[in-house]
């Protein structure tokens, strides 16, 4: 689960990661207090969308008044912001976060992402840090001083040092960048993280050391045992057709192809797609049904596929094992009652009474095409679409 800026400045925060003072803002009346509360000569509004890449899309601006503060704010409030990471249909900006001007020194990069080759987080930094940290580690990667964390004791407080030196830190700031490392490497586990990345990590003139902007991800699968972080989650920035699968306890991502897939088992799933895909067509999305594929989660299904335009043909795929096949296909036939499809539909169903499924297929209404082999049917839906 992706999270905004301020969201992740909040829990670094709480653990000793020290980050600007600043609040969020969703209206430029709020962001022109904030700016005032803040007190400081310059403020940074910042559009709090997410994706990177902000700073030279015009998302991240310096006001030297409360009131030039709320000007920004009125001009990025609902703004389309495209940046090298939203795609060309931009993201629309919601929320600011007003923030203190701080006087830079120098920009860095401090980054931690889990390394499933070795199965351990692996610390990243850089001095050269900022907006340009992709080039560099395209065009020089060893300028990159990676630092791998044994699970079993931790970020070792030596490991610390090795990065507060790689990063060119002397003196008594050597101190609290070891700090800064070590307390986000706590806050990385504790709140069980995908990616924690700071770019930039900050050194203020004054000897400062503070993360200017954190990119926080959840890992998916532990969020159950995080209740405290479940309003951090921002429907507004997730896919809709996502949301209302996750609802129906199906599992959708939707993709670029116009092959719509429905099927039960992730493997299943996959394999479905490389068929399509050696058919000759591109599937639209993974959609994983689950073991119980009933009339009602069916419907949900249908009802997803063809909410998405791009879908020129069907194809189901299901496998009977725990579940009848002659039930999945009366679910299909119900679930086509409450939902309209307009395009074809290529049906496999194999497994528990595959032989009573087809005839009830055959009978129905619509004119389902049956398959009975899995190429067969990758096959038969290519075809269809071509038509
Ligand atoms: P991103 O482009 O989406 O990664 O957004 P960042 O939060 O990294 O901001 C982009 C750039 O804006 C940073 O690299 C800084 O150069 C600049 N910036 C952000 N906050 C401040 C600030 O408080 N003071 C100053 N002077 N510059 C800032
Ligand atoms: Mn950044």
């Known amino acids: 689960m992706k999270i905004h800026e301020y969201q992740g400045k909040e829990v670094l925060k709480r653990y000793g990661v020290p980050v600007p003072r600043g609040q969020v803002a969703k209206t430029a009346g709020e962001a022109e207090r904030i700016a005032r509360e803040l007190g ?8 709090q969308i997410h994706a990177g890449g902000r700073g030279k899309a015009g998302g991240v601006k310096l006001a030297k008044s409360p009131d030039e503060a709320r000007q920004i704010a009125e001009h990025m409030l609902g703004m389309t912001l495209v940046t090298q990471q939203t795609g060309p249909e931009g993201k629309k900006v919601l929320q600011l976060l007003v923030e203190e001007g701080l006087e830079i020194e120098r920009e860095l990069y401090l980054g931690m992402v889990i390394d499933r080759a070795v199965a351990r987080v692996v610390v990243m930094a850089s001095a050269q840090g900022g907006m340009e940290i ?3 580690a395209a065009r020089d990667p060893d300028a990159i001083l990676k630092v791998y964390v044994d699970p079993a004791v931790g970020l070792m407080p030596f490991q610390a040092n090795q990065i507060a030196f790689g990063l060119g830190f ?14 986000l490497y706590t806050a990385f586990v504790a709140c069980d993280a995908s990616l924690a990345e700071i770019n930039p990590l900050v050194v203020t003139k004054d000897g400062g050391v503070l993360a200017l902007d954190a990119k926080i991800n959840l890992d998916d699968n532990a969020l159950y045992r995080h209740p405290e972080y479940a ?12 949301t209302e699968a996750a609802k129906n306890g199906l599992s959708y991502i939707k993709l670029d192809g116009e092959v719509g897939c429905m099927v039960n088992g992730a493997g299943l799933a996959m394999a479905t797609m490389d068929l399509i895909q050696l058919a000759g067509s591109m599937p639209a999305n993974f959609l994983d049904v689950g073991g119980t594929a009933g009339a009602d989660r069916v419907a949900a299904a249908f009802r997803i596929l063809m909410s998405d ?13 725990i579940v009848r096949c002659d039930r999945v296909a009366n679910g299909i ?3 086509m009652k409450t939902v309209r499809v307009n395009v074809p539909v290529v049906v496999r169903l194999q497994g528990t009474n595959a032989a009573e499924a087809r005839q ?12 009975d082999e899995l190429a067969e049917a990758a096959q038969k839906v290519v075809a269809a679409l071509r038509k």
Do not use: M, W, Y
Request: charged share 30%.
């Open 170 to 183: 002397d003196g008594p700031t050597v101190k609290s960048c070891a700090k800064f490392v070590r307390n």
């Open 40 to 47: 400081t000569k310059v403020t940074v509004i910042k559009a």
């Open 231 to 242: 309003d951090l989650r921002d429907l507004n920035e997730e896919d809709p057709l996502e």
């Open 134 to 136: 992709e080039e560099v």
């Open 333 to 335: 036939i119900e679930a």
């Open 309 to 321: 335009s791009h879908v020129r043909a069907v194809l189901v795929n299901i496998f009977g094992g």
């Open 360 to 371: 009830v297929l055959q009978t129905a209404d619509f004119p389902f095409q049956v398959a």
